[in-house]
């Protein structure tokens, strides 16, 4: 029973590299959902899928991009990766418009130098 | 807009009762939750309370919720090391219905032996 499953666990980049985090949830789940989270400043939504087929930007969505390519997988693009972009990035899921919760993935630890 | 206050830091010993605190803005918050997150881990839902309850106990957590004062807190009854953790509080974005949900920014939770 994987749940949220996120891929890759730890990266670091340069600035200016692109790269894809890749996000996929086993749960039937209609809703996906991609956070960063920095030290004293909690969770901060970047985009949203509120069902296959859409995608909306969240509070931070600068120097992001998404794709929800399916049901199960919600992908986050960071097309010419920044110091500031450093963080963890937590993807989630929820059976119906967040309601009952999420169900997070363990994260992704970014390093951009 | 929407805000979510957290203490950011919270110390007890070991058996003793620990009181998490939260203050929200979103008049229209339909759900309300406690997630717990341990180190180099994910945020784990503890439990959730709809805005029309007063009061949920689930075994050793006591939510309470104080609408007029828009006021959550988290009760843990015999604290132990294992409740050692981050704990944040969130709110559903419920005029939108779309699944958001706005984070606090945290409450360290420190059990000493």
């Known amino acids: 029973n994987a749940g949220v499953t996120q891929t890759p666990k730890f990266q670091v980049l340069k600035t200016g590299q692109s790269m894809t985090l890749q996000c996929a949830q086993d749960m039937n789940h209609n809703s996906m959902y991609w956070y960063r989270q920095d030290p004293g400043m909690g969770l901060r939504l970047i985009y949203y899928s509120a069902s296959e087929g859409t995608t909306d930007k969240g509070e931070v969505p600068n120097g992001y991009n998404v794709s929800r390519l399916n049901k199960r997988e919600f992908s986050l693009r960071l097309e010419s990766a920044a110091p500031s972009q450093t963080s963890v990035y937590f993807c989630a899921s929820s059976r119906d418009r967040g309601n009952y919760g999420y169900t997070f993935g363990s994260g992704t630890r970014l390093t951009v130098v | 807009g929407e805000d979510v206050e957290q203490s950011l830091f919270l110390s007890v010993r070991e058996g003793d009762s620990s009181v998490i605190n939260c203050t929200y803005t979103d008049s229209s918050s339909t759900y309300l939750y406690w997630y717990k997150q341990e180190p180099g881990a994910g945020l784990q839902l503890l439990t959730y309370?709809?805005?029309?309850?007063d009061m949920k106990q689930d075994q050793r957590l006591t939510v309470l919720l104080n609408k007029k004062d828009k006021h959550l807190s988290l009760r843990i009854a015999d604290t132990q090391t294992g409740d050692s953790a981050i704990y944040f509080c969130?709110?559903?974005?419920?005029?939108?219905?779309?699944?958001?949900?706005?984070f606090g920014q945290g409450t360290t939770l420190q059990v000493k032996p």
């Open positions: 969130a709110e559903s974005h419920g005029s939108s219905n779309t699944g958001k949900l706005i």
């Open positions: 309370i709809f805005s029309n309850m």
